[in-house]
């Protein structure tokens, strides 16, 4: 590993010039779990690392929102994402996901903003919190701007974050009457990444299903929401057998690729139980009030 | 056998928590890891991009160039330290680094040494290789016929008798072949009612000690001192002497506490490496592998084993032909002895009379692959216990009665001739069964979630005639070391050979001191491999305990004492010198006996100086709809003869069916075109808490081995035999498919499946 130049910046404005001129050499830095790797098995040689650490404490704040959603700064940690009982209160699902993200250790140090600009599609808070509706703040020498997390991923390990744009938050819009479910499918020890991630998110009406947001990830070269298998349930009654349409139109229209995982076809045909799956657990977990 | 000799609440027996548990968790315990030595440079490798190629130059001016480099070093360059720089256990076939040729993916082929280990590793990139790429063989039935031939000329070691028919044999890719006859088995399928006949295979994988290969070497004055994490100290220093041309006393190997081996960290593996370095540059040199780099140094032979039953109507085996062939990859490391030592028990723990077995060493271009944590039984059971299951079905017999049936039973001669001893077969069979209550009604699920049952069971013989040395060193004030160079890898080895001498000697055990191995100071032991410590180390010092025992009695007779004395030791030393000095030093050898198999028929009356026994139950849960298997309960039985320390006797037992869970379930090596595409631990999967079965239960059989110390025999490996055929025969009971090849993933079952549910459609 060659030496390399740490910066630390004490703003974010600061941090944002110090990225602007988009040297691929230069990169952000908060947790640090996945460059760390990249950088140690030498897929990654920075010339500088740009710390966040430093930069104003309100972007690790985790806040509800005035109109009951919830706010989740960028440098917060996985972990204060676990155990905020902000976070429990208004998206459990968030809570529940994290028993099988990786292990304490590293949710101690991994932050949501790196989480989610890293682009790597076996990330399971990505598709969780698109699920959910949630939008990312962005800031850059252009300004701010919101994106929806469900169009964040341009491609395998790519974003549509431009030089010099740094995520500062995940907001999760009010969630009552959803409820929300995530299924982490894992084909060899239990704590490797995913062969396939599920989430989705109901609403129900008049006995019906009034919306839904079904998201693979994993198991595609990035996550993916299945608009076919959100129709296929709308306005139908919550049952396993409705349940199962919407697993059948996922199969048909989701790209699935191969890898040491498993097969395209295999993840296909786990997206297929899953998605049926991830709904009737959605469906019995109750709506959010 | 089957009985515990009675023995006084001793030291022998106890579940003495380890003697150095505090110095590890504390984080004292010594590794070769933190030792830095004055002037000490690092050594990083550069590999082969090539699975067979002949090197047409190496381009090393750019690295030697950077700044901070102290050398950067070629395969001829070690030619100036030893003229020919070929190393092995079986073979004389790995070059210190690579020559002429190379012969797998990852094979070293330079070095660059600098004061920086970042340095060398930033240098390493700058060397650029060509090569004139061969035609390669990665599958080992390939490699019986394939033009690709891995080396032109075999190089048997000469140390084995059983090598020297293969001395200068040319173009082959054959490094051994093991034979076994008995009885006529032709004339045995010719009559038999029923044929039975299936393939197996496994898989590539590796033994990821935690920590990874480190050596160090130090030059002397005229000497080389090497500090290395080796579960074969003697060997390193025998090996090192004979590639110097120098006397065994001019070579020191110094040997730690280790953090994991299973077989890894055996014969030489950084050792000839370092010391050539550190020898033409006279400085210390240090190579520390990376957990990605070690997927390029050994690994666990990938087989397949073609297995043939002849079977009477009334479920009677009476013939059996198997084929295996085991993939050695680009050097034979100790695969030659992997191919005749578990290959003479493919047959089976069963009372066959007509049997023939051929076992293939073959040389790929893959990495090497050697011994694993049961030196090739855990390949051989997986196939022999899935066949017997299948037998089983195919007969409408149920699989324990079917196993009762033709078990081979005390008395009875093995395939090799050798008559069963102190061999607990039937027992460890029976314990397993009746843990799983397998007479009773079991609930089969329901939905998508069927559950199954599976029971396995595999033995193995101990590596044999090999030696091993004991000292023990009773100071005046009667405070007692143990000398002897047997590794402590984590198995416990330090604690159990205590307890040896503390029975031995009627003192605690705690109060013992045991010296880690160091040539200089402790002496020659064959090596810690195989599960043989226990029974050999433990024999000899079990003779050296009462060597010493019995001079401290000579000591108060020639004192004038009485035989019985209540003199305290310290009191005799007194006595006899006349103030605190002096020592009693008992020595142990201890060899067992043996016969060499007969080279044409593979029999032998006196196959193995003992047999270790392991069995397998388990209960799975699979989901129908997904091939998700889930282990309910594990259920490890072995006999290992009377424990010398039960607690660590159940810890190696649940260690070495864990082990053999990941190997089962989805540890692999995969490679493309030789290059192992899955090199770390972020891709290659081992098991971690979450993977655990929902209940372990181990237990140890009531068992004597009459010839072990206090009735002890080898434990490590027992419980990995089972693990595989048990799990895939409990999927085959759940859903209703058979696997046959390893690792058993979720998609290999969900795919048998769904092939069932097209072909019982097209029905």
């Known amino acids: ?289 | 056998m089957n009985l515990v000799t009675p023995m006084p609440a001793g030291q022998v027996g106890r579940s003495i928590p380890r003697l150095e548990a505090r110095l590890k968790v504390t984080g004292r315990a010594e590794y070769v890891h933190n030792i830095v030595a004055p002037g000490m440079l690092y050594a990083k490798v550069f590999r082969s991009t090539v699975a067979h190629g002949r090197i047409l130059s190496i381009d090393t001016s750019a690295a030697a160039g950077m700044k901070g480099v102290h050398a950067v070093v070629i395969g001829e360059d070690i030619r100036a330290i030893v003229p020919d720089p070929y190393y092995g256990p079986a073979f004389h076939d790995q070059p210190v680094l690579a020559l002429d040729k190379v012969r797998y993916v990852g094979e070293a082929v330079a070095v660059v040494l600098a004061e920086d280990p970042y340095v060398a590793a930033a240098a390493v990139q700058l060397i650029s290789a060509e090569y004139e790429e061969l035609e390669s063989v990665f599958d080992e039935v390939e490699a019986m016929t394939s033009k690709a031939v891995v080396h032109e000329v075999l190089r048997p070691a000469g140390t084995f008798p059983d090598l020297k028919h293969l001395v200068g044999r040319r173009d082959t890719n054959v490094a051994l072949d093991y034979q076994l006859r008995r009885g006529d088995v032709d004339a045995a399928f010719a009559s038999a009612d029923h044929v039975f006949e299936h393939e197996f295979h496994t898989q590539q994988v590796m033994h990821t000690p935690l920590e990874p290969m480190v050596s160090l070497a130090v030059p002397g004055d005229d000497a080389l001192t090497v500090h290395t994490a080796s579960q074969s100290p003697s060997f390193v220093r025998i090996e090192i002497a004979r590639l110097l041309g120098w006397p065994e006393n001019r070579v020191r190997v110094k040997v730690p506490f280790l953090g994991g081996g299973f077989g890894a960290k055996l014969y030489i593996k950084l050792e000839a490496l370092v010391s050539c370095l550190a020898l033409l540059v006279r400085q210390p040199v240090k190579l520390s592998l990376s957990m990605e780099e070690q997927f390029y140094t050994i690994t666990k032979h990938a087989t397949t084993f073609r297995i043939k039953s002849a079977v009477t109507s009334d479920g009677r085996v009476s013939g059996r032909r198997c084929e295996v062939y085991w993939n050695g990859g680009a050097y034979a490391d100790i695969g030659p002895r992997v191919t005749q030592k578990s290959g003479f028990t493919a047959s089976g723990p069963y009372d066959i009379e007509n049997i023939s077995i051929d076992s293939y060493a073959l040389y790929t271009n893959r990495p090497p692959a050697g011994a694993l944590r049961g030196f090739g039984i855990p390949q051989l059971v997986w196939a022999y216990e899935s066949h017997t299951d299948l037998i089983a079905r195919g007969l409408g017999i149920d699989a324990l009665e079917f196993r009762r049936k033709n078990i081979l039973r005390e008395g009875r001669p093995h395939a090799t001739g050798t008559v069963m001893k102190d061999a607990a077969i039937v027992q460890v069979l029976d314990h397993v069964a009746d843990r799983l209550d397998w007479s009773k009604p079991f609930d089969r699920g329901s939905g998508t979630i069927r559950r199954g049952r599976g029971i396995a069971i595999g033995f193995k013989a101990s590596i044999s005639p090999t030696t091993s040395m004991a000292m023990v060193n009773i100071a005046a004030d009667g405070s007692t070391n143990l000398y002897m160079s047997t590794v402590d890898m984590g198995q416990g080895s330090d604690t159990a050979m205590a307890q040896i001498v503390a029975e031995t000697l009627g003192i605690e055990t705690e109060a013992i001191k045991v010296v880690s191995p160091d040539t200089d100071v402790t002496p020659y032991d064959m090596a810690t491999l195989g599960s043989r410590s226990t029974f050999h180390m433990g024999n000899a010092v079990k003779l050296a305990a009462d060597h010493a025992r019995d001079q401290l009695a000579e000591m108060a007779r020639s004192l004038g004492l009485p035989t019985d004395t209540n003199y305290a030791v310290k009191d005799l030393f007194k006595k006899k010198y006349g103030m605190q000095a002096g020592n009693i030093i008992g020595v142990g050898s201890f060899i067992p006996t043996y016969t060499s198999p007969d080279l044409a028929t593979g029999l032998s009356d006196n196959v193995t100086p003992f047999w270790m026994i392991g069995g397998t139950g388990v209960e799975v849960e699979v989901d129908t709809e997904t091939g998700h298997v889930r282990i309910l309960r594990l259920v490890n039985a072995a006999d290992l003869g009377r424990p010398l320390n039960p607690k660590i006797v159940e810890t190696q037992l649940s260690g070495a069916a864990l082990m053999q869970l990941g190997f089962t379930l989805f540890e692999n090596m995969e490679l493309d075109g030789g290059q192992v595409t899955n090199a770390s631990f972020a891709d290659y999967k081992i098991p971690g808490i979450h993977d655990l079965p929902g209940v372990i239960e181990n237990d140890i059989v009531d068992a004597h081995q009459a010839t072990g110390p206090y009735g002890a025999k080898g434990v490590g490996e027992s419980a990995t035999f089972g693990v595989s055929p048990a799990i895939a025969n409990a999927i085959h009971d759940a859903v209703g498919v058979r696997l046959t090849e390893l690792p058993l993933t979720p998609e290999s079952v969900f795919r048998a499946m769904q092939a069932a549910k097209h072909s019982s459609r097209k029905d």
């Open chain 1, 1 to 289: 590993m060659k030496g390399f130049e740490l910066a630390r910046p004490a703003s974010l404005a600061e941090a944002i010039a110090l990225l602007a001129d988009g040297d691929p050499t230069v990169r952000a830095f908060s947790g640090g779990t996945a460059l760390m790797l990249m950088m140690k098995t030498g897929v990654f040689q920075p010339t500088r690392l740009v710390h966040l650490g430093g930069i104003e404490e309100v972007h690790s704040a985790i806040l509800a929102t005035e109109d009951g959603g919830l706010k989740i700064g960028a440098l917060a940690s996985l972990r204060q994402v676990e155990c905020s009982p902000v976070v429990a209160d208004i998206a459990p699902v968030l809570v529940r996901a994290m028993k099988r993200l990786s292990n304490v250790r590293v949710r101690n140090v991994a932050r949501i903003g790196g989480n989610l600009a890293h682009g790597d599609p076996h990330m399971d808070l990505p598709p969780v919190l698109s699920a959910l509706g949630a939008t990312v703040g962005v800031a850059g020498l252009d300004g701010a701007r919101r994106i929806p997390v469900e169009s964040l991923f341009s491609g395998y390990y790519e974003t549509v974050l431009t030089p010099g744009e740094l995520i500062v938050d995940a907001t999760v819009p009010p969630q009552s009457g959803w409820s929300a479910s995530y299924v982490k499918v894992t084909t060899r020890s239990a704590d490797d990444w995913p062969a396939l991630g599920v989430a989705v998110a109901l609403r129900l009406a008049d006995g019906v299903v009034a919306e839904s947001r079904i998201v693979v990830s994993a198991a595609t070269e990035k996550l993916t929401r299945l608009p076919a298998a959100e129709a296929a349930i709308l306005g139908a009654e919550p049952t396993t057998d409705v349940f199962a349409r919407a697993g059948e139109a996922a199969a048909a229209e989701a790209e699935t690729i191969d890898d040491a995982r498993g097969s395209a076809a295999y993840k296909t045909a786990l997206l297929r139980v899953h998605v049926r799956r991830a709904l009737d657990e959605a469906r019995h977990t109750g709506a959010m009030q």
